[in-house]
């Protein structure tokens, strides 16, 4: 259970990170928007490594596209991940836990 906890912890800290570096392409006008260039496949890819399966996957879709559009860095997709996951995700399936 603590194990548990603590992986739960990580992903949130590395998403909340992640989001931050996402955010600093507005800090240099014009030169932090080529930056996403690098950034938007790298940030993909670390999402399908944080949420393996097909969930995952979309997540890194969606990352990708978002980084890579100009303006749209402020969605924080990763914060997004992690709360769809372990708040709304987990508390439906103890909804359905609970009916059983």
Do not use: N
């Not at 490594?49 to 890579?68: D, H, N, S």
Request: charged share 25%; proline share 4%; hydrophobic share 50%.
């Amino acid at each position: 259970m603590a194990k548990e906890k603590d992986e739960k912890i990580k992903k949130l800290l590395l998403g909340l990170l992640f989001d931050a570096i996402g955010l600093l392409s507005f800090t240099i006008p014009l030169v932090g928007e080529f930056s996403d260039i690098v950034w938007a496949p790298l940030s993909a890819w670390l999402m399908t490594k944080m949420y393996r399966g097909k969930i995952g996957q979309a997540a890194g879709v969606i990352t990708f596209v978002e980084e890579i559009i100009p303006g749209l860095d402020v969605i924080p997709t990763f914060t997004i991940m992690w709360l769809y996951t372990y708040v709304f995700k987990g508390s439906r399936k103890k909804e359905i836990l609970e009916a059983k």
